[in-house]
Nanobody
Framework: QVQLVESGGGLVQAGGSLRLSCAASISTFSFNAMRWYRQAPGNQRELVAAIRSGGSTDYADSVKGRFTISRDNAKNTIYLQMNSLKPEEPAVYYC??????????WGQGTQVTVSS
């Protein structure tokens, strides 16, 4: 069973930074793409950032220039560096791995709280 385990969430002041990690139980090369989503209470889950197997990245407009997704293949881990966090960005952040067009995997989520 493929597992994705997020870590790194916590409480940060507005304007501060956090780095989230997502460790996969299989090689990150096994995934077509890996993504970070977030979901705030009462809101739909939204895509934050993605990194494809070839290394290309995409970001939601709301986080461009502030968040960076990266990958360490030797550690089977992806990261989300979040800078200049805003008070409206607290959410549970989820890691997703697209294994193929029929299957993807989710982590359990990590809570990010931003104090104003």
């Amino acid at each position: 069973q493929v597992q994705l385990v997020e870590s790194g969430g916590g409480l940060v002041q507005a304007g501060g930074s956090l780095r989230l990690s997502c460790a996969a139980s299989i090689s990150t090369f096994s995934f077509n793409a890996m993504r970070w989503y977030r979901q705030a209470p009462g809101n739909q889950r939204e895509l934050v950032a993605a990194i494809r197997s070839g290394g290309s990245t995409d970001y939601a407009d709301s986080v461009k220039g502030r968040f960076t997704i990266s990958r360490d293949n030797a550690k089977n881990t992806i990261y989300l560096q979040m800078n200049s966090l805003k008070p409206e960005e607290p959410a549970v952040y989820y890691c997703n791995g697209e294994y193929n067009q029929f299957r993807d995997y989710w982590g359990q989520g990590t809570q990010v709280t931003v104090s104003s």
